[in-house]
């Protein structure tokens, strides 16, 4: 059995405790995680205060600590396929996405190593004229990230990279479930050469470790991927130590299909959307909404693409969907696929999980036209589509932005016009038309309502893990007049 450690202060270390790692393949125990509790929390965060107060991370120069970027990046390109057979053997996700999404998390690390050195201040044209006034962008200091079990790998880079550039320090908490792949990459930190405490990585449960990290008064920012209920959390334990929040949370996305669109394009971006990575994405095109007129023959394609699916083991190259992370998450997921057919919604295919060991669930899909199903509300993070139809454009709008949720949004039309309408009107951070699940480091990712706030990628991120200083000089040499007017 592999045995892992938490990374603090520059050193590999066990938790206060350990506890075992699930494979979802099997449903056996493979490896043992440390599991810090609120003294390796307080080492961690006292670290990373440390060396941003005080040095050396502090007096670093910017284009300097974009060369370790640099280097960071080279290294998690070299040891991308190792990262992904961890990512996949402790969570399930198959090793077809996780081999090609970290190699491309490389590319993260190298675009925020450009813009360390490119985070700019600005010189004000004050309305005083013995007055000169700049603002000066500083780095907004320790910052807590606490990452999800899908995708860790990419979305601690889309935290760990711009903080870098900003020059701040930080403590990572991977999930506790399947937290090998960022545990792992904390031998890549070190390598590379970042100073002692710049980076701390750890994982453990709720109150012992979460929320003393995100309460710990020496934390000025918190990063947090996840569901919207932990999030509250979050920021109630922010109220202790009234450090600021980017939140990236959930969706229940919609993906509108007009008649005029390439249905066997769209469909395959449906597939991509909700059937790739066994549907746990937050941005899981999960919400079908589709034209009247071509809704049979569209869910015709999609059933023939969803039954044609490979399900199998996650480190098969050939596998398509690979298990559910959790026993957790398949008991909920078949729980709301039971209420929803309660509720009226038709099922066009799956709703089962296969024969045999592991946490596998079938590509899934419900017609929940004339229902009141709870599927179309709740977020099943999972490979479950839910199907509702239109007559009018108008409706089509009405109905995508039916939700509390507001991260992402496919549309599928031929129409330019109707595409710039619905671009408009669609209430979600992230708009892909003719395509679905794209992503960059040069483009920002985030949404609105219960689906957070912040941006991760683009410049806007390294901003977001900044503060600004104004700075006031006086260039007159007379002695300041009347002290009880203000200046």
């Not at 440390?34 to 005080?54: I, M, Q």
Request: hydrophobic letters at 45%; one cysteine or more; glycine letters at 10%.
């Amino acid at each position: 059995m592999q045995r892992f450690q938490c990374y603090i202060d520059g050193e590999f270390a066990d938790g206060e405790a350990r506890f075992e790692s699930i494979d979802p393949a099997t449903g056996a125990a493979w490896a043992e995680m440390p599991e810090a509790r609120e003294a390796d929390v307080n080492r961690a965060v006292e670290a990373a205060h440390r060396t941003l107060s005080a040095g050396p991370w502090s007096k670093l120069t910017a284009t300097q600590r974009g060369k370790l970027l640099y280097k960071l990046a080279d290294l998690v390109a070299e040891n991308a396929q190792k990262l992904a057979e961890l990512e996949t053997r402790d969570t399930g996700k198959i090793i077809r996405e996780t081999s090609a999404q970290i190699a491309y998390v490389a590319e993260y690390y190298r675009y925020y190593a450009g813009i360390a050195d490119k985070i700019e201040g600005s010189y004000l044209p004050i309305d005083k004229p013995d007055m000169d006034v700049w603002l000066r962008r500083e780095p907004i200091g320790v910052v807590a990230m606490v990452v999800p079990w899908n995708s860790q790998l990419f979305l601690s880079a889309v935290k760990i990279g711009p903080a870098l550039a900003a020059g701040c320090t930080m403590v990572v908490k991977a999930s506790e479930d399947g937290p090998a792949p960022v545990l792992e990459f904390a031998r890549l930190i070190h390598e590379a050469g970042f100073p002692a405490g710049v980076v701390n990585i750890i994982t453990g449960f709720g109150p012992a470790c979460g929320a003393a990290l995100s309460r710990h008064p020496k934390v000025d920012h918190i990063a947090f991927t996840g569901g919207p209920e932990t999030a509250r959390h979050v920021v109630r334990n922010s109220a202790e130590n009234l450090a600021s929040t980017s939140l990236e949370l959930g969706g229940k996305s919609p993906f509108i299909v007009f008649a005029d669109a390439d249905l066997e394009s769209a469909a395959n971006a449906q597939v991509a959307g909700i059937f790739a990575a066994t549907g746990q994405s937050c941005v899981a095109g999960s919400r079908l909404i589709v034209e009247t007129s071509v809704k049979d023959r569209f869910l015709d394609i999609l059933k023939a693409k969803a039954e044609a699916v490979r399900i199998g083991s996650p480190l098969d190259m050939a596998t398509e969907v690979g298990p559910l992370a959790t026993r957790r998450q398949r008991d909920h997921i078949e729980a709301l696929v039971e209420r929803s057919l309660a509720a009226g919604a038709k099922l066009v295919t799956g709703g089962t999980a296969p024969e045999g060991a592991g946490y596998y669930y079938r590509p899934t899909i419900l017609d929940c036209d004339g229902s009141a199903s709870p599927s179309l509300d709740e977020e099943f993070f999972g490979p479950v589509l839910s199907v509702l139809s239109f007559e009018t454009e108008a409706e089509a709008l009405e109905l995508a932005n039916n939700t509390r949720y507001g991260l992402a949004a496919g549309l599928f039309t031929r129409d330019l016009t109707r595409a710039h309408r619905l671009i408009k009107g669609i209430r979600a951070g992230i708009v892909w038309v003719n395509t679905y699940r794209a992503v960059s480091p040069i483009a920002p990712f985030g949404g609105f309502g219960l689906s957070g706030h912040g941006r991760e990628g683009g410049m806007a991120a390294a901003l977001d893990f900044t503060r600004t200083k104004t700075v006031w000089l006086r260039t007159s040499d007379e002695p300041i007049p009347d002290p009880f007017v203000m200046r």
